[in-house]
């Protein structure tokens, strides 16, 4: 899960290739590079490390019109110079970035490339040493790249420069995405649109196998069998402010603060003139004839999708699954008679979901997708759409996109139940304002929450969080939150299942942070933290006003037992900032992670 970018064009390529690199770099980290090809030839740059490096290394020779750059998320060999796209073919005159895996590569290179000699240990060499290979069988770029790409097996987006042409950029993908920036003089290749908004805000959609020319006053569009595509671009709906931090240390604040907004966005956007809740009838029609619901879903998402199946049994009264999209792929359940696969994802990319997608559709089974993307792989390829109006989500870890997932879940699911005649006495649209405005005031309560997390986590390597119903998935998100950005070890855990095993790591000090949110489950939950507490815990007990309890570290302002998860997470996404700033992690772009899997 790299991003890459390439431009065509007169301006100044290197700034627009290294500014694309800035906004891309969210996915991949580890090393980058550019390559540019002007009068003289083309020039590699690369780096191990930050596009902050890449630009200093940069040259400022510019009479470059067209180049390629890459952000790295290492796959096939460690993170190094040697290993950073772009790469080279053996007599240099093809340049390459790829983002994917090339599942066939050990394969293509003993069938073709036994006599080349490889600088590097990537997948990706391999491409670019086939293209040069076939190119002495057809003296044709054109037909070289055309039947590489036909010999590829695996996930791939792909720039490629020829130094003798200057007026070609030769693109083609499949599975990772990639879109065509159009211009006036000049066309952009991107991984996702947010790379060069400052360029242009129009963009067009390639499809899996095609090979696409892209020159600086035209795009063609060809299928592998060499068949002509005609196709509309489309208006990318993002603000280029939106992908900035302003005055935020960090993207991940911004976007926890932008959570009451997002609520906000969510209830004007899902609600018709007169104030009605407002649905895509053909979502609502696949809900209503649906016997079970597959949620399908990574990391954060899954935890949203697990709120998400008790809202909507207990709201509409449909039957749902949560799985892990990864092992959902090789282990698909006996299915019912009329399955529909609900499918979760903030960036509409991940590979894992993706894969499942791909599975049930050959099934002929019906998918939904939710997503902050629309006009992603996952929305393009569903046949329904919700989207989560979160605007763009930059830091790795996911915030706002968590509870906009959960807010319009729970929209679908009263959808549904008013559909089937049930009667509700739970408006979400009233709830949700009730939750927005709950959100502003913890949001405002930072230093409070800075303080528990140095009191908490200064100095710890593990700690545990514990809930039940509603709340045990909330702790398995607030888990989460703090491993991927602070690396402390954490679990999150049912209450009531510590005693059968886990509670044997419960030692003098061991940071546990218990949510009490549910009534029907309270006092259950307070005897789990007397269980810890009895064996050397520092229990930090988050609870909602109206169940608190002296000993209670903060206390939730009161919204709808359904919805607490939308108010505790955000302590808990605090709690984590907190920790993580205060062991200098790199709080947007942490460690060995990206904020799109696009590799299975
Ligand atoms: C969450 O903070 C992580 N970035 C990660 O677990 C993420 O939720 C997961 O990769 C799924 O991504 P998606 O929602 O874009 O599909």
Redesign the pocket.
């Known amino acids: 899960m790299c991003g890459i970018v390439g431009y065509i064009g007169q301006n100044d390529t290197k700034e627009i290739l290294l500014t694309g690199l800035e906004k891309l770099e969210y996915r991949g980290y580890d090393s980058a590079g550019i390559a540019t090809l002007g009068e003289d030839g083309v020039h590699v740059t690369k780096v191990k490390g930050r596009i902050a490096a890449l630009r200093e290394k940069v040259d400022n020779e510019n009479d470059a019109t067209i180049g390629i750059g890459h952000t790295r998320w290492a796959t096939h060999g460690v993170p190094s110079v040697q290993n950073a796209h772009p790469h080279q073919s053996s007599t240099e005159r093809f340049t390459i970035v790829h983002n994917g895996v090339i599942e066939n590569y050990m394969a293509l290179k003993k069938e073709y490339l036994e006599d080349v000699d490889f600088v590097s240990e990537t997948d990706t060499e391999v491409i670019v040493q086939l293209i040069e290979k076939l190119y002495q069988k057809h003296k044709s770029t054109k037909k070289a790249f055309g039947e590489a790409m036909s010999l590829l097996k695996g996930s791939y987006a792909i720039g490629l420069i020829d130094a003798e042409d200057q007026e070609t950029l030769y693109v083609s993908k499949n599975k990772s995405p990639l879109l065509v920036g159009l211009g006036e003089g000049f066309n952009l290749i991107a991984s996702d649109a947010m790379a060069t908004l400052k360029e242009t805000n129009e963009y067009l959609e390639i499809f899996d196998k095609e090979i696409v020319l892209v020159n600086r006053s035209f795009v063609e569009v060809q299928t592998l069998d060499g068949e002509v595509i005609n196709r509309e671009p489309f208006i990318a709906e993002i603000d280029a402010s939106d992908t900035e931090k302003g005055t935020y240390p960090h993207f991940m604040l911004k976007e926890i603060d932008e959570q009451p907004i997002v609520m906000r966005n969510i209830i004007r956007e899902y609600q018709n003139e007169k104030g009605e809740l407002k649905l895509d009838k053909d979502i609502r029609k696949a809900m209503q004839k649906t016997d079970r619901i597959y949620i399908i ?6 935890y949203a999708g697990l709120v998400g199946k008790e809202l909507i049994e207990k709201i509409a009264n449909i039957p749902v699954e949560v799985h892990i999209a990864s092992e959902f792929s090789y282990n698909m359940p006996l299915l019912p008679e009329k399955p529909l696969f609900l499918f ?7 590979a894992d ?1 993706r894969a499942v997608l791909v599975k049930i559709k050959e099934l002929g089974h019906p998918a939904l997708t939710l ?2 993307v629309p006009g992603s792989t ?1 929305s393009r390829e569903a046949n329904y759409t919700l989207p989560l109006h979160a605007g763009p989500e930059i830091a ?4 706002k ?2 509870t906009a997932q959960i807010a319009v879940l729970a929209i679908l699911a009263v959808d549904t139940a008013r559909a089937k005649g049930i009667k509700l006495d739970f408006d979400p649209l009233q709830e949700l304002a009730i939750v927005a405005n709950a959100m502003e005031i913890i949001t405002n309560q930072k230093e409070e929450l800075e303080q528990l997390s140095n009191e908490y986590f200064a100095s710890t390597r593990n700690a545990f969080y514990i809930g039940r119903s509603m709340d045990y998935h909330v702790a398995q998100e607030a888990a ?2 703090l491993k ?1 950005i602070s690396y402390i070890q954490a679990e999150g855990f049912a209450g009531g299942e510590l005693k059968h095993g886990t509670i044997a790591l419960i030692e003098d000090g061991t940071p546990v942070v218990a949510l009490a949110t549910q009534e029907n489950v309270n006092y259950s939950i307070r005897g789990n933290v007397q269980e810890v507490v009895a064996r050397g815990a520092n229990a930090l007990i988050i609870s909602s006003k109206g169940l608190e309890q002296d000993e209670d570290a903060f206390v939730l302002p009161p919204v709808h037992e359904l919805l607490t998860p939308l108010v505790s997470v955000i302590p808990m996404q605090l709690l984590a900032y907190y920790a993580a700033l205060h062991r200098d992690c790199d709080v947007d772009k942490p460690r060995n ?1 990206a ?3 696009t590799v299975e």
Do not use: D, F, H, M
């Not at 790795?396 to 915030?399: F, K, L, N, R, Y």
């Open positions: 879903a990574a990391g954060t998402s899954s979760i994802s903030q960036s509409g990319e991940t979901s997503t902050n996952l790795v870890a996911s915030t996109a968590y989460l939150k991927e992670l904020k799109s899997v």
